[in-house]
C-alpha cells in the first residue's frame, strides 16, 4: 500500500493533533493539514476549570501547541479559525471556509480525519441572566471576567465532573454556587452510595445542591426551579453535558450511531471511504457490554488519533474496547470508577455480584491514612470484573488504575487478592486495599460468606431476619441501624444462645467484623449473611437518599 | 477429608498471623496455637524505622495485636516468649520452651506451619561501638533510646530499603549519618543509572554515603572502611540484610533451597508431610526466571500464610509466582520495582530491551507535576514485560502498582499504551505515563525508533558515530555530552546538509524530541539511533558512577 500523500484532519486539540503528529513521524512526505474553526489547535481542555478558579495562574499553560510550533516541529499546515463547511465523500474534497477573511478553499484528500468534538449543552433560560459553558478557552476567558466581586451568585447546571470541578474553582473564586442536578444524585455514572461522600463534601463547602430538579426559568436575578424554589444567579455555567458534533457528517452522508455519535469501526473508520473519526464526537466500543456508547474521554480521543496515523501509514490497527475509566478531585475528595455500575448493569438485566469495601489508602500505623469506600461488581458465573468504583482522599487514583488494567487484562475479581503491589507503609498496606477487595469478592461469590447490600436490608429485615450490630457498645451508641441488637464480636461466642433462631444479618462498620462473625456464626449452625460494607456503605446509601429529598 | 484438629504455627507476625487468622474463620473447631519466641506476636514491622525517627509518635501504634485481644476474636492460643526447639517430623510433635520459666512441653501437631522469617546479619566490629539491627520493636526501642543527643554520628551499613529508611529517620533525628555500601550503587535491586536520584536526594540532605567499601574495623569512635577512610560513629545500625532462619527446619531434616530459604512447593509445603512454611525464611517461586529466591516481602508472607491456612482448611491452593514488587520513600523520593533488573538479565544471559522515559507525575499544566523516570525491560521475543523500575517523586506507587499488575496478567510491554488509566490533571496525562512507557517499548522493539543505551554511547562514538543533540542551544549550553554536536529538532530538516554522512546518534533532553529526530533522519536515508532516556539518563548514569568513585 502506498501512504496517502494528502491527509486533511478536521479539528484539533487531543485526537486531531495525535493523528496529525505521529503521522509527521512515520510518513515526512504526507501532506498534512489541519482545520481548526477555533482560535486555538491545542489547548488543555481539562484545564480549564482550573484557570477559572486561578489554581492554573498562567493563562498561557492552557495552550500547549500553536500553528507555528507545529509547522516548525512537524511541518503541519494548520489552519485555525478555519471551518470546513462541506464534504463530498465521492470525489474526496472539503469545503473550507477561513472565519476572518471570508475566503472559501475547497481541499482534497486521500484521508479524511474527522475530529469535531462534541458542543456543550447550554441551557435556554430566555432571560438576561448570561448562560457559559466551559468547553473551551473563550468559554473559561468569559467566566473568568464574569466573577467581577466576592459573593457573586452563580447556578453550576450538572453535578458531573466537569460541574463538580467548576463549582468547587467557583467557590474558590468567592462565587456563591448553588449546584442543580437533574438526577438524584451527583457523578451519575456511579451509584448513589458512591456518591454520597462527594456530595458532603460539596455541600460542606458552601455549595447548595439541589437534587432532582431542573430550571424552569429565570426571574431578575434567580433561576426557578421544579420543584417550585428558586436559586439566586447572575451567572449559569451549564455543565449539564456534551452532544458529539456530527452535522458536517451527517450533511456528507456518514452513518451516525445510535448513541448519536458518529458510527466508526474497530479502526475508526466511518461508512464512508477513507475517512476516518475520532475523539468525543465518536461512538466508542465499550468492553463490558459490548456494545457502543458515548465516552467523551481525552485519553481515547489521544489513543484513537494515535492509532488512525498508524492506519493511514500502513500499519496494523491497535484497537481496544472502552473500559470508560474516569475520575475527578472536588475539595479534597476523590471520585473514581472503570466500567460499569450497579445500576447500568441492572437496567441492562446482567447478572452480577457485588462487594463493598472501605480499607485505609495506606498502613493504618503510618500518619495520614484516610478511608477508602470502594466497590467491586463481578459476574458470578465467570468472575470477570464488569465494574469498579472508589472515592475517598487519597490513593483513589492508583487503585482504580490497577483494577483498570486488571479489566483490560481480564483477570478475574478474585485475582485482585493475588496482586503482588508495592509496599511500604507511606503507600499501602501488606495486603493492600485491592487485595482486600479482591478477598473480599472470592469471599462473597464462593459463599463463604454470604452478603447482602444495603438496599436488600429493609425487605430482609420486614421478612424476619434478625439484625446483629458486632461492633463494639461505643460504636453502637455513636449510631446504628434502626432494630439491630449488639453482640460484640469478641463476646459473641459466649452469648449465642441469646441470638433469635431465624435468619441473622450481621454488620459491624465497614465489613471486616461482620465477615468473621458471620463465618463463625455459620459454622455454629446458623442462617447468617453479612451486610457488604458494613455501617458505612448503609450510612452512605442513607444519607445520600435523605440529601436527595431536601 | 477431614480438617485437621490440632494446628501449630511457630513464628507470628505476617505469614504466621494471616495463617492462623484465616484458619479460624474457616474452622471454628481447630485447636490453633502460635508459638512465638519474641514479646510481640504481631507488629508493624515495616514501620519500625518511622517510629525511630518520631513520624510515628507513639510505640504502640506499632503493636497490632496481643495475644488477649487474638483469643477473644479468634480462639487462638498464642504463646509469646515461647521457643521451638526442635521438631520431629515422623511423631509430629514439637518440642517448646517457655522462655521465662524455661519450662519444657511436648506440642503435637496435624499441620505446622513454619513462620520463622529471617534474621539480621550484624556486623562484627569487635569493639565497643555498639552495633544494632532494627528489624524487631526491641531493636526501634534501642536504637530510639540510644540518640541521646543531636549531632550523634551513627553508620548505618548497606544502602537497601531498610538501611535509606534508617538513614532517613536517623538524619530526622538530629544524627549525623553516614551510610557504608558495599556495591556501588544504592539500591542494588536497581540498575545504577535509576539509583541516581536517590543517591543525589539522600547526599544532598546531608547522608555521607560512601559506596564500594566495607567496615574493616572500628577505632575509638570512629569505624574504618577498606578504602583506608573512616567514619565517626558512636552507633551503628546494620541494615546490611537479612538471612532466613533455617535452623529449626535444618536439624529436622527439612530441606533447604539454594538460595538458603527453607524449600517449599507451590501449596508452600515442605519436605516434611504436613508441615508448610510461609513468609522470609522461606524461598519464593519467582514469575521472571521461573526459578527461586529470596523475596522478603509482608505481602508475600500474608498472602502465603493466608493460601496455607485455605490448603490446611480443605481448600485448593491458590499460588501464583512472585514478582519481587518494592517501593521505599527516602527524603521526599520514591523509587520502586519490580521483577528483573538489567544486571540481573545480562547476568543471566536474557535477551531483553530496554525503554527509558522521564513522563511528568501528571499533566504539565497543571502546579505540582514533578519529572519521573521509568525504565522498562521485556523480552524482544514475546514483548513480555521483564522488569520495570521507577523513580521520582510523585505518582511513582500508582505507575508500579499498574505495571506489577500488567505482568501478573502477562500483557506484552506493548499493550501498557492502550491502558485506559484515569485522567484528570491532578492525577496523569491523558496520554499517562505507562501509556507513555507503552509507546516507546513499541517503537523500539518494532524498530520503528531503533534506540542505543547510555552504556552502549562510548563504544559507538569510538566506532565512528556521530552524536548530535537536538535540543535548544540554551538546553546545550546548561550542559551537554562530550563530543555532541548541537542541531536543534526544529531546524534539523533545513540543516540535513550538515550532519555528518556517518552513522548517528541523536540524543535529546528525555527522548521524545529524540525520537522524532531519529524518525526524520531516517526517512531521509540517514542510519540514525536514539539515545534512550536522552541526556538525563545519560547524565543520571554519570553521576551515579562518579558518585561510586568519590
Known amino acids: 500500500m502506498t501512504a496517502p500523500r494528502r491527509v486533511l484532519i478536521v479539528g484539533g486539540v487531543a485526537g486531531g493533533m495525535s493523528a496529525a503528529t505521529r503521522l509527521r513521524r512515520l510518513d515526512e512526505s504526507a501532506e498534512i493539514t489541519v482545520i481548526e474553526r477555533g482560535p486555538e489547535v491545542s489547548y488543555a481542555n481539562c484545564g480549564l476549570p482550573y484557570y477559572v478558579g486561578g489554581v492554573i495562574p498562567e493563562r498561557a499553560s492552557l495552550l500547549l501547541q500553536t500553528p507555528d510550533s507545529l509547522h516548525r516541529r512537524f511541518r503541519l499546515d494548520v489552519r485555525v479559525r478555519h471551518e470546513a463547511s462541506r464534504i463530498d465523500t465521492a470525489r474526496k474534497t472539503v469545503d473550507v471556509i477561513d472565519l476572518d477573511s471570508g475566503r ?3 481541499e482534497t484528500y486521500d484521508a479524511l480525519v474527522l475530529a469535531l468534538g462534541a458542543s456543550p449543552r447550554r441551557a435556554e433560560t430566555g432571560s438576561s441572566i448570561p448562560v457559559l459553558s466551559l468547553r473551551t478557552v473563550a468559554d473559561a476567558d468569559a467566566i473568568h471576567s464574569s466573577l467581577t466581586r466576592p459573593g457573586i451568585p452563580v447556578v453550576v447546571i450538572g453535578g458531573g465532573y466537569t460541574g463538580l470541578e467548576a463549582a468547587e474553582n467557583l467557590v474558590s473564586r468567592g462565587a456563591a454556587v448553588t449546584l442543580v442536578q437533574r438526577g438524584e444524585q451527583l457523578l451519575s455514572p456511579l451509584d448513589i452510595e458512591m456518591s454520597a461522600p462527594i456530595l458532603a463534601a460539596v455541600r460542606s463547602h458552601g455549595v447548595d445542591v439541589r437534587l432532582c430538579v431542573t430550571i424552569t426559568g429565570t426571574t431578575d436575578g434567580a433561576v426557578a426551579l421544579s420543584d417550585g424554589t428558586s436559586a439566586p444567579a447572575e451567572l449559569i455555567v451549564d455543565a449539564s453535558g456534551v452532544t458529539p458534533e456530527t452535522q458536517l457528517a451527517t450533511a456528507a452522508g456518514i452513518a451516525i450511531g445510535e448513541t448519536g455519535g458518529i458510527r466508526v469501526d474497530a479502526s475508526c473508520r466511518t461508512s464512508a471511504p477513507d475517512v476516518f473519526a475520532v475523539g468525543d464526537g465518536v461512538e466508542k466500543t465499550e468492553l463490558v457490554g459490548g456494545g457502543t456508547a458515548l465516552i467523551t474521554m481525552a485519553g481515547l480521543a489521544n489513543r484513537h488519533g494515535r492509532m488512525v496515523a498508524d492506519i493511514i501509514a500502513g500499519r496494523a490497527p491497535s484497537s481496544r474496547p472502552a473500559l470508560g475509566t474516569g475520575i475527578v478531585s472536588v475539595f479534597g475528595s476523590v471520585a473514581a470508577k472503570v466500567g460499569w ?5 441492572t437496567t441492562a438485566g446482567r447478572d452480577f455480584y457485588t462487594a463493598h469495601v472501605h480499607p485505609a489508602s495506606h498502613a493504618g500505623y503510618f500518619p495520614g491514612a484516610e478511608t477508602m ?3 467491586l461488581l463481578a459476574d458470578p458465573l465467570t468472575d470477570r470484573i464488569l465494574g469498579a468504583q472508589i472515592v475517598g482522599r487519597e490513593g483513589i487514583d492508583k487503585r482504580i488504575d490497577v483494577i483498570a488494567t486488571a479489566m483490560h487484562a481480564g ?9 503482588e503491589l508495592a509496599y511500604a507503609p507511606q503507600f499501602g498496606s501488606a ?10 469478592a472470592e469471599n462473597t461469590r464462593s459463599g463463604t460468606t454470604p452478603t447482602l447490600q444495603w438496599h436488600e436490608l429493609d425487605d430482609a429485615l420486614t421478612a424476619g431476619a434478625a439484625l446483629i ?3 463494639t457498645p461505643a460504636e453502637f451508641a455513636a449510631g446504628a441501624i434502626p432494630g439491630a441488637i449488639n453482640v460484640p464480636l469478641d463476646e459473641l461466642r459466649e452469648r449465642l444462645d441469646e441470638l433469635p433462631d431465624g435468619p441473622l444479618i450481621v454488620h459491624c462498620q465497614v465489613g471486616l467484623r461482620g465477615h468473621a462473625a458471620t463465618r463463625l456464626l455459620a459454622q455454629h449452625g446458623f442462617a447468617v449473611r453479612n451486610l457488604d460494607g458494613g455501617y458505612r456503605t448503609w450510612h452512605d446509601a442513607r444519607s445520600a437518599r435523605s440529601g436527595s429529598r431536601t
Do not use: F, H, I
Open 469 to 471: 450490630d458486632v461492633r
Open 431 to 440: 495486603k493492600d486495599a485491592v487485595n482486600m477487595l479482591g478477598y473480599v
Open 411 to 419: 483477570l478475574p475479581a478474585s485475582e485482585l487478592s493475588q496482586l
Open 104 to 106: 472559501r478553499t475547497v
Open 373 to 375: 469506600s470502594m466497590k
Open 341 to 345: 455500575s450497579e445500576k447500568q448493569l
